[in-house]
Each structure stands twice: as structure tokens, then as C-alpha cells.
């Protein structure tokens, strides 16, 4: 089957673009300022294009390798509503998110994808912001598709919800279907773990993955203008302590036989999960290699969209391009 083409910005470690190549999608252009997340995607696909570029600065006309392709996608950071931001000037997620559909404008898709939070969907405080994106992309041909999915549902083992806009030129607007889960079950974050908890011959990994026996918080990447990282705010960081996670910080090793970790010092039991793990837990493969130190590569993983999810979306769309 024939391959279709597609540009995606604010592409980070590569979790979006990654599930559109399995899904069929092979990038003409790939885009992010962060200068780590690039050296993930060159050290992972050395033949893709990719563009060490703020959206802001982007001009399709210095690139025109981004023209009539078959998808744009964008996994941008994310927004805050116009109740809580003074103008959209004022917020470099809005701005984004604008320049995003300037884009469109552009290199005229055939099809659309914005990867966000789940109350860019349907909440009021956002209505400002989906009536810019209908305003700008309606008159050009386009029919819109807003859902929310759950990675859960695609085989992630972590409870994140994305908001997801798909917007498709006509016809194919009424042929696109949002996916359907893939799994019956979710994937438990002991079942996912599993094997790596155990890698070092911890006796007690087998009652641990029996305690981790639901999905995890959602991973949070966390600011760049802030410290170390960890697996996100108080009240998650109780929901990984049920789990039998110190969220608090990552570890560089997974348990030794007795159970111990090179940071061990209070004698808790909370075992700390480690970048790779992390990774597991977004549900990169294993082969996907995320470069840099351990809190700019935690940081590219946590910002990340699950590349399960990125394939389910890319192959619904395509299935509608197709049709």
C-alpha cells in the first residue's frame, strides 16, 4: 500500500511521529526547538528531516518540502483557556497553537491532527479557542472531528486522557471515524514493569507487580525552568505510592536482589522507577532510544503522545484519505 506524507511540529521525543510511521505516515519535516528532542529523533531515524526550529519562526516558503502533504500534525505543548491567559498573545501554548493553524493555511493538508488537553474538546473556557480553530480552517474546505481518547484504551499502561481535533478536507471529513480501543483490558503498570523490575534479580518483584495492579497517573514532563524530575504533582504522587512507587525522584538502576536502589537512604519500601521505565510506561518500544541526561530525557518522554495512540489516529485517518 501506497505511503502518504505528513509534517509534524512541536515533535519532541517523537511519540506522535513514531505511531504516524507505523500507521503508514512517513514525515517530509519534522519540527522542535528543543535541541535534546532533536538529537532523539535524528539518533532514532537518521533519514528524516528534521528542523531545529521554533513553530513561531517557521516559514513554509523557506521549506516547501511541507506543501500538499497528506497530513499536518502537531502535538503541541499544552494550552491554557483565554479565561485563564489575558490575550492569546500571552501565552506561548496559544501561540502555538495558533501558528499551528496558520500553518494549515500554508501547506493546505489533506488532513489535520492536534494532540492536546481532553477540555480543549467540549469545556466553555475553551469555546474562544475552538471557534479561532473553526474560523480560520472552515472556509478552506475542511470538516472537524473532536474527541477525547484514552490511551489506556490503546494499550498504554497510564491513565491519559488527549484532546484530540482531526480535521479533514471534504469528502474524507465524513468518511473519518475516531479509533476504537485496541485492548479488551487495560495493561497494569506491575505487568508492564514486570520484566524490567526484575532484571537484576529482586525476589521481591513478583509481589510488587501484584500491588501495581492498575494503569498509572499520567506522566507529567514537568517545566524547563524547574528542577529535577519526578512523576508529578501531590495527589499523584499518592496514587504511585499505592502502587509502591516513590514518585518523588527516578532512579538510575532498577532494584538490586535485596530490593535496594543506589539513592536508597530513608528505608523506604517505595521503589523509584527508572527513565527507561518511564519510557515503558509511555509506551515507547524498546528500540526507540530517548537521548540526553536523565532529566531532559525523562522531560522528552513525559511530554510526549504514546505512539499507540499516535498509530490508532494516523491509521484512522488514513483509512479515511484512502477512502
Not at 41 to 53: A, C, D, F, T
Request: glycine letters at 10%.
Amino acid at each position: 500500500m501506497e505511503r502518504l506524507t505528513a509534517v509534524d511540529v512541536c515533535s519532541g521525543g517523537g511519540g506522535l511521529a513514531l505511531g504516524l510511521e507505523q500507521a503508514g505516515f512517513d514525515p517530509v519535516l519534522l519540527l522542535d526547538k528543543n535541541k535534546q528532542a532533536c538529537e532523539t529523533l535524528r539518533h532514532n531515524r537518521p533519514k528524516w528531516n528534521v528542523l531545529e526550529m521554533d513553530l513561531l519562526d517557521f516559514d513554509p516558503l523557506e521549506h516547501q518540502v511541507s506543501y500538499d502533504v497528506d497530513l499536518l500534525s502537531a502535538g503541541l505543548p499544552r494550552v491554557k483557556s483565554f479565561a485563564t491567559t489575558k490575550r492569546v498573545e500571552t501565552g506561548e501554548e496559544l501561540r502555538l497553537l495558533e501558528a499551528a493553524i496558520y500553518l494549515a493555511h500554508a501547506v493546505r493538508p489533506r488532513a489535520l491532527l492536534i494532540e492536546n488537553v481532553p477540555e480543549l474538546v467540549d469545556d466553555a473556557a475553551f469555546e474562544e479557542v475552538r471557534d479561532f480553530i473553526r474560523h480560520e480552517l472552515l472556509h478552506l474546505g475542511y470538516g472537524f472531528h473532536w474527541f477525547v481518547v484514552n490511551a489506556a484504551d490503546f494499550g498504554v499502561p497510564q491513565d491519559r486522557k488527549q484532546g484530540v481535533l482531526v480535521a479533514l478536507k471534504e469528502p474524507f471529513a465524513k468518511k473519518f471515524r475516531p479509533p476504537d480501543p485496541t485492548v479488551d483490558e487495560h495493561v497494569t503498570v506491575g505487568e508492564a514493569l514486570r520484566k524490567s523490575m526484575s532484571a537484576r534479580g529482586w525476589v521481591g518483584a513478583e509481589e510488587w507487580v501484584k500491588q501495581a495492579n492498575r494503569v498509572a497517573p499520567t506522566l507529567v514532563g514537568g517545566s524547563e525552568n524547574r528542577g529535577g524530575a519526578d512523576l508529578g504533582p501531590t495527589g499523584t504522587k499518592k496514587a504511585w505510592a499505592r502502587m509502591g512507587i516513590n514518585a518523588g525522584a527516578l532512579s538510575d538502576e532498577v532494584p538490586g536482589p535485596d530490593g535496594t536502589q543506589e539513592s536508597d537512604t530513608s528505608g523506604s519500601p517505595l521503589k523509584k522507577i527508572t527513565v527507561d521505565q518511564a519510557a515503558t510506561l509511555q509506551a515507547f518500544p524498546e528500540d526507540w532510544i530517548i537521548t540526553g541526561r536523565k532529566t531532559p530525557k525523562y522531560r522528552q518522554i513525559g511530554h510526549a503522545s504514546p505512539p499507540p495512540v499516535g498509530k490508532a489516529l494516523g491509521r484512522a485517518i488514513a483509512r479515511a484519505l484512502r477512502s
